[in-house]
């Protein structure tokens, strides 16, 4: 059975047309008994119609309703499960099949949410000049550093001893 719900909305319409059927020869029977005797031919034939009709109506209501049975081992093949069975595990599966389609579009929404992000982050990161190591280093400058210290050192040793100075020769 490929689709369990095409299937019984088929077997519902034609329940429904058996139904109409039925209740329309009952209707003839009950005119037709009105003036014939039960064991008139056209009712006899009426009466014959009706019963398949219900042998029929029953059929249908098995296959749409009726429990798996065990089955003994035997060369046929085992009957088709009841339209109610099928149509249960039907939309079972196909209540995990959309979940599946769901999950499918978020997750591939996902993977171009995450490639554009790594693509940004691709040319934010991208280097307009590669880097090199220093040859020589620039700074800190210590002897430099050190020769301005001490020179900034003597001046201000020489200007407070020439102060000093200048101050003892004027007392």
Aim: proline share 7%; charged share 25%; glycine share 2%.
């Amino acid at each position: 059975m490929i689709d369990p719900g095409k299937a019984a909305d088929a077997t519902t319409t034609l329940t429904t047309k058996l139904r109409d059927s039925l209740i329309k020869a009952n209707a003839e029977l009950a005119t037709l008994k009105a003036y014939m005797h039960d064991d008139a031919p056209p009712v006899r034939v009426l009466k014959a119609r009706i019963r398949s009709l219900e042998t029929q109506q029953r059929g249908l209501e098995h296959e749409m309703t009726a429990p798996l049975a065990p089955q003994a081992a035997s060369q046929f093949p085992a009957p088709a499960p009841a339209l109610s069975q099928a149509l249960g595990s039907y939309e079972a599966l196909d209540a995990e099949r959309k979940f599946a389609e769901t999950n499918y579009q978020h997750t591939l929404e996902a993977l171009d949410r995450a490639r554009d992000n790594a693509d940004r982050q691709h040319i934010y990161i991208e280097s307009f000049v590669p880097p090199s190591l220093p040859e020589t280093a620039l700074y800190p400058r210590r002897w430099r550093s050190l020769g301005t210290v001490a020179l900034i050192a003597f001046a201000i040793w020489a200007i407070g001893s020439l102060a000093v100075q200048s101050i003892r020769e004027h007392l």
